[in-house]
């Protein structure tokens, strides 16, 4: 690259006004045009074309500036849509005075940066400064180039869809190949491959990884996979809602923070389609929305996150807690948050497990959304995720049929989602049913239901079918460190002290705290934990509580 090219993100600017775009496009060209390459178009479609070929080509965007008052495509219609395509980039509205309410509007459905009024003469007291500090902002920011990574698979193949779950739930860009399509075929060749061993994965560094298992896909496709340091004052295990919001506490006040996840932060939350209870999002928000800005705002304050680790083992050593890895390594801390939460119940009806991946898949909604375009949709469960993705599949499904054991959907399921069921045309709920067996070779085809009650069964046609039935701890690897439940839920503070006693074993003064469990130091948060809440917001308080609890345990050692 030579000196006179710009080596730092786009800045792009749309305006159906081809006056005022070139005069935006004029100002930011003189301003940052050594550094940035502007990009102007004068129509919201024609800017999206722009930001998709930015993409394909890896070019990172840093800031989009859109004119609300546009035919077709306002300001706030065509930021939503970009924020799919570059999420890390900063985003302002250029609006009349008239539109400042609109703008304001648009803080919560696209989670607008800045809003500015034109005109915004003179340029170095309205203009500039704005833009400095939001290109100030996405330079501290994790925004990763955008890659070229290439997934080859099929569409029935168990583990392409495990790989294109784990790049998605990361937010690993990458661009997805059929194995009987042309261009499948040509990587296939490149790599020597025959297809019949597939996923095949092609690294931005062009590395062709066949089958790769999570760990080594991590490490190729830039996620941190192994710890920065040997002893922290912190190790978040697990990467949900409580994990994240423990790491952002933990690492915001001083700590020495690292969070383990061994799949993807967000945990069961970062797979729903919407979420619309959470304080501070009248609009509802995304699960993988609320996980980005959370992983960001962790990295942001000195948190380290790695991805691909799976935690088999915790050990007490003096004062030190030491996380053992399945690959026998280990990382060891003052204190340890347990955050790992729990992972969808398995469905117990013969054939549902060798389908698994192929037409039966486990809160993989919003990855294979794509493909249910048309179809018709099952989903067995009665909770709210089960709800959610109802809704969110119904948007493109033909039909989505709710398979429910119970005799309604109010024991289990928030009041607005059972309103906003009961207004969908396309979504029909099942009481009383569960699923008796799956059929298919290779591929999911047929479900036997049977009616709880009176026992009758019936055979469907069914290609695809998302099961939300519940939640188990994964916990057995704490088995004789950490006691649990019955149920493999962690016990904590007052469950461990319920009859007035201290656990056996503890040597302090004090009765363990509130979040902490029998071993000193090692607290708890989130599902996990032993008759907690079971809901996002809950989960990211108790993740800010174990920190306060964790300094007061520090301070005391």
Known sequence: MSPSQPTEGVILTVDDDPGVSRAVARDLRRRYGRSHRIVRAESGESALEALRELKLRGDPVAVILADYRMPLMNGIEFLEQALDVYPGA??????????????????????????????????????????????????????????????????????????????????????????????????????????????????????????????????????????????????????????LGAAVY????????????????????????????????????????LTDRARRQAAKFGAEILTAREVTGLEVCGAARTVRFSDGSAVAAHSVILATGVSYRQLPAPGAEDLTGCGVFYGSALTE????????????????????????????????????????????????????????????????????????????????????AGGRTERVDAQWVFVFIG?????????????????????????????GRPPADWELDRPPYHLETNVPGVFVAGDVRAESAKRVASAVGEGAMAVMLVHRYLEQS
């Open 369 to 452: 959304a794509p493909a249910c375009e048309g179809q018709d949709v099952y989903i067995v469960g009665g909770a709210n995720s089960a709800g959610q993705a109802a809704m969110y599949l119904s948007r493109g499904a033909k039909s989505v049929t709710l398979l429910v054991r119970g005799p309604s959907l109010a024991a289990s399921m928030s009041y607005y989602l059972i309103q906003q069921i009961a207004e969908a045309p396309n979504i029909t709920v099942r009481t009383g049913t569960v699923v008796e067996e799956a059929h298919g070779s290779g591929r999911l085809e047929q479900l036997t239901l049977r009616e709880v």
């Open 250 to 289: 933990g690492a915001s006040e001083g700590l020495r923070t690292v969070l383990v996840e061994r799949s993807a932060t967000g945990g069961q939350a970062g797979q729903s389609s919407r979420i619309e209870n959470y304080l501070g999002f009248p609009d509802g928000v995304s699960g993988g929305q």
């Open 471 to 499: 939640a188990a701890p994964l916990t057995d690897w704490l088995d004789g460190t950490v006691l649990r439940d019955e149920r493999g839920f962690l016990l904590t503070g007052p469950d461990l002290t319920a009859d």
């Open 90 to 243: 900063r985003r302002v509205l250029l609006t009349a005075y008239a539109d400042t309410g609109a703008a304001i509007d648009a803080i919560n459905v696209v989670d607008l940066d800045h809003y500015l009024l034109k005109p915004w003469d003179p340029p170095e007291e309205k203009l500039y400064p704005v833009v400095d500090d939001l290109l100030t902002a996405w330079r501290h920011s994790d925004h990763r180039p955008v890659t070229s990574t290439k997934v080859v698979g099929h569409r029935w193949s168990a583990r392409s869809s495990q790989v294109r779950e784990f790049l998605a739930r990361n937010q690993v860009p990458y661009r997805w190949y059929s194995s009987d399509e042309p261009e499948g075929r040509r990587l296939l060749g490149a790599a020597g491959q025959d297809g019949q061993r597939l996923p095949l994965v092609v690294t931005p560094d062009g590395a062709a990884l066949v089958e790769p298992e999570a760990p080594e896909l991590a490490a190729r496709v830039g996620l941190a996979t192994t710890p920065a340091a040997d002893f922290y004052d912190l190790v978040v295990v697990g990467g949900g809602p409580a994990g």
